[in-house]
């Protein structure tokens, strides 16, 4: 029976396998795919030795590989793609490339684009609306990972998290809500294992933008000469470890290297070294639509189509702070606003101060003091003038007084310019990213930054925050407990932390096959790096 069974498959083996039909699949899958993203297209059912043919928009491409790297998408990249193997031709795959950005950012908020090799990074996801119902997600070659958040406060509009250790070429990180229409932009971590490395923006340059490149070197920042190479040809040689392109064009973009010349600052011997990094693509994309906000405050988006909602953001010191829903600017200030369309949103418009500008204040500045001199003057005769006339100048040095440092602190170091807003007042975090940038330069001060953040972590429940959780009555499957200082400290026993995680899980009753494995570094065998919980998420 079995027998006849075995047989007959076996005479259908060959006719399957002639006939199977490729299919198109990508990773990491992008429910909405926003420009300046990270993708790759797989050719399925590419048995070894089979060449693959993509075709896109029924054109065949020169690339033969079983997948297609899309970066940094672009509207161009929109339309339909197929792989060919053999004579069968998969099913169409459709990509559309929205010309918006995320509705929610994710920035590093401490750390690198390229790390040392089996070093974390701590990403910062924001949402102006609250960060209830979102969670993350990692990619890692063909693999995708969920990473859940845990938040103390439901209606928190940032989370600071850190990644697992960085133990391959690349690394995808994104954050995603519930049915994951609304997400986050990417931010792609890299890996070297070099002691110099070429550092850029985070996210992919948009065309126009500006583009810093930053030779690096582990340990030291005593650097006197970096050489950029583009494409193995020299591209700029400096003093000093840093490069401006401004204004960056789509043909620019191309594989970068840098080498320094530096001393430790240690050193005793005259001599410095010379090293050069590893290659690092730099991508550059057409911009993102970008709205644009008139000096009466009228926010619009000539290119965006559909009906857009317009919101504004008022700066506060280091910060753009979004004004409340349908809110127009009121007080005088310096706006910039959005245009809104569902879970997708344009840049950041030009920024326009209203009620006040610069020659504004001069100018009010000087009829303050020629009010001062006729109050002086008719303080005899008539108190009532001088007293209102007071008034005015009281306002003008109030209004200086709060201009001023916002002029100052516009900078905001690893976080492109304009594109990601710092939602909190406070803006402590953002302070923090910019020294802490410098500090991770110099290896020394790396424990440091580390331990303080670990401070955070356990001052919010540390290995009670899974159990925090449950008390909280939040659905298992939603919350996962993650960062666990106190099991860190469990270190010497072995992989403890992570047995315990996955029995929990077991005795909450998670779905087997929703929830495969609960790693911790621990239990991959590498103490110290422990502090996450990772689920594998198996439906890819
Ligand atoms: C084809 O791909 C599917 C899904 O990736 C897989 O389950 C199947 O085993 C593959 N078949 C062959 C012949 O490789
Ligand atoms: C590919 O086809 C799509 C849909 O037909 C179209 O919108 C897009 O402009 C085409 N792209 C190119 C580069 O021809
Ligand atoms: C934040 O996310 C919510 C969905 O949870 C979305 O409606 C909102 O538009 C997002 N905020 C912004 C500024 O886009
Ligand atoms: C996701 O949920 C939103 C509302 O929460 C809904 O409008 C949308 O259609 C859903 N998308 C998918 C793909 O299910
Ligand atoms: C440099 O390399 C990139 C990517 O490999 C390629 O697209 C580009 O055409 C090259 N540029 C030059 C000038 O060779």
């Given at each position: 029976?079995?027998?006849?069974?075995?047989?007959?498959?076996?005479?259908?083996?060959?006719?399957?396998?002639?006939?199977?039909?490729?299919?198109?699949?990508?990773?990491?899958?992008?429910?909405?795919?926003?420009?300046?993203?990270?993708?790759?297209?797989?050719?399925?059912?590419?048995?070894?030795?089979?060449?693959?043919?993509?075709?896109?928009?029924?054109?065949?491409?020169?690339?033969?590989?079983?997948?297609?790297?899309?970066?940094?998408?672009?509207?161009?990249?929109?339309?339909?793609?197929?792989?060919?193997?053999?004579?069968?031709?998969?099913?169409?795959?459709?990509?559309?490339?929205?010309?918006?950005?995320?509705?929610?950012?994710?920035?590093?908020?401490?750390?690198?684009?390229?790390?040392?090799?089996?070093?974390?990074?701590?990403?910062?996801?924001?949402?102006?609306?609250?960060?209830?119902?979102?969670?993350?997600?990692?990619?890692?070659?063909?693999?995708?990972?969920?990473?859940?958040?845990?938040?103390?406060?439901?209606?928190?509009?940032?989370?600071?998290?850190?990644?697992?250790?960085?133990?391959?070429?690349?690394?995808?990180?994104?954050?995603?809500?519930?049915?994951?229409?609304?997400?986050?932009?990417?931010?792609?971590?890299?890996?070297?294992?070099?002691?110099?490395?070429?550092?850029?923006?985070?996210?992919?340059?948009?065309?126009?933008?500006?583009?810093?490149?930053?030779?690096?070197?582990?340990?030291?920042?005593?650097?006197?000469?970096?050489?950029?190479?583009?494409?193995?040809?020299?591209?700029?040689?400096?003093?000093?470890?840093?490069?401006?392109?401004?204004?960056?064009?789509?043909?620019?973009?191309?594989?970068?290297?840098?080498?320094?010349?530096?001393?430790?600052?240690?050193?005793?011997?005259?001599?410095?070294?010379?090293?050069?990094?590893?290659?690092?693509?730099?991508?550059?994309?057409?911009?993102?639509?970008?709205?644009?906000?008139?000096?009466?405050?009228?926010?619009?988006?000539?290119?965006?189509?559909?009906?857009?909602?317009?919101?504004?953001?008022?700066?506060n010191a280091k910060s753009?702070?979004?004004?409340?829903?349908?809110?127009?600017?009121?007080?005088?200030?310096?706006?910039?606003?959005?245009?809104?369309?569902?879970?997708?949103?344009?840049?950041?418009?030009?920024?326009?101060?209203?009620?006040?500008?610069?020659?504004?204040?001069?100018?009010?500045?000087?009829?303050?003091?020629v009010g001062i001199g006729?109050?002086?003057?008719?303080?005899?005769?008539?108190?009532?003038?001088?007293?209102?006339?007071?008034?005015?100048?009281?306002?003008?040095?109030?209004?200086?007084?709060?201009?001023?440092?916002?002029?100052?602190?516009?900078?905001?170091?690893?976080?492109?310019?304009?594109?990601?807003?710092?939602?909190?007042?406070?803006?402590?975090?953002?302070?923090?990213?910019?020294?802490?940038?410098?500090?991770?330069?110099?290896?020394?001060?790396?424990?440091?930054?580390?331990?303080?953040?670990?401070?955070?972590?356990?001052?919010?429940?540390?290995?009670?925050?899974?159990?925090?959780?449950?008390?909280?009555?939040?659905?298992?499957?939603?919350?996962?407990?993650?960062?666990?200082?106190?099991?860190?400290?469990?270190?010497?026993?072995?992989?403890?932390?992570?047995?315990?995680?996955?029995?929990?899980?077991?005795?909450?009753?998670?779905?087997?096959?929703?929830?495969?494995?609960?790693?911790?570094?621990?239990?991959e065998g590498r103490p110290?790096?422990?502090?996450?919980?990772?689920?594998?998420?198996?439906?890819?």
């Amino acid at each position: 029976m079995t027998g006849g069974r075995e047989l007959l498959l076996l005479a259908v083996m060959p006719l399957l396998v002639r006939c199977q039909k490729p299919s198109v699949s990508m990773s990491p899958r992008l429910e909405s795919i926003f420009t300046g993203d990270l993708f790759y297209l797989y050719c399925n059912n590419v048995s070894s030795g089979d060449t693959a043919t993509w075709y896109f928009n029924n054109t065949a491409l020169e690339n033969k590989n079983s997948f297609l790297k899309i970066a940094p998408a672009a509207s161009k990249n929109s339309g339909t793609y197929q792989c060919k193997i053999k004579d069968t031709k998969s099913d169409d795959f459709h990509v559309r490339v929205l010309e918006y950005v995320p509705a929610a950012s994710l920035t590093i908020a401490t750390g690198q684009p390229v790390m040392r090799k089996n070093s974390k990074v701590l990403l910062e996801i924001e949402n102006e609306t609250g960060l209830d119902g979102w969670f993350c997600k990692v990619t890692r070659k063909e693999q995708t990972w969920k990473v859940y958040l845990k938040h103390g406060d439901k209606s928190a509009t940032s989370s600071v998290f850190e990644t697992s250790a960085l133990r391959v070429p690349e690394t995808i990180y994104w954050c995603v809500k519930k049915n994951e229409t609304y997400r986050s932009n990417q931010v792609i971590l890299r890996t070297t294992e070099k002691e110099v490395t070429l550092e850029m923006d985070p996210f992919p340059a948009a065309a126009g933008d500006t583009l810093t490149l930053t030779c690096l070197v582990w340990g030291t920042n005593d650097i006197s000469n970096s050489v950029f190479y583009k494409n193995n040809s020299v591209y700029a040689s400096v003093k000093g470890p840093n490069y401006k392109i401004t204004k960056i064009t789509e043909s620019e973009g191309g594989d970068y290297k840098c080498e320094a010349t530096y001393r430790y600052k240690a050193q005793t011997i005259e001599a410095s070294h010379k090293y050069d990094s590893d290659v690092q693509e730099v991508l550059v994309h057409a911009s993102p639509f970008t709205a644009v906000l008139s000096d009466s405050m009228q926010c619009s988006c000539p290119t965006c189509s559909g009906s857009m909602t317009y919101s504004y953001y008022k700066q506060n010191a280091k910060s753009w702070k979004m004004l409340g829903q349908d809110q127009r600017p009121g007080s005088s200030g310096t706006y910039r606003c959005r245009a809104v369309l569902d879970y997708m949103r344009t840049l950041p418009s030009n920024s326009v101060n209203y009620g006040t500008s610069i020659t504004g204040t001069v100018i009010g500045f000087l009829v303050a003091i020629v009010g001062i001199g006729i109050c002086v003057f008719l303080v005899i005769f008539c108190w009532c003038k001088q007293r209102k006339t007071k008034g005015d100048i009281y306002e003008e040095v109030q209004m200086r007084q709060t201009g001023d440092p916002k002029y100052e602190t516009l900078n905001v170091a690893r976080v492109k310019e304009g594109e990601y807003d710092t939602l909190q007042p406070e803006a402590e975090g953002r302070k923090k990213t910019g020294g802490t940038y410098e500090a991770l330069t110099k290896q020394d001060n790396k424990e440091e930054v580390y331990h303080t953040l670990g401070e955070n972590v356990a001052s919010e429940g540390g290995d009670g925050g899974y159990e925090a959780l449950k008390k909280e009555g939040i659905p298992k499957d939603e919350y996962e407990t993650l960062n666990t200082k106190s099991v860190e400290k469990k270190t010497g026993t072995g992989s403890e932390g992570g047995d315990g995680g996955y029995e929990a899980l077991k005795k909450e009753g998670i779905p087997k096959d929703e929830y495969e494995t609960l790693k911790t570094k621990q239990a991959e065998g590498r103490p110290g790096a422990l502090s996450q919980l990772e689920i594998v998420e198996e439906n890819k």
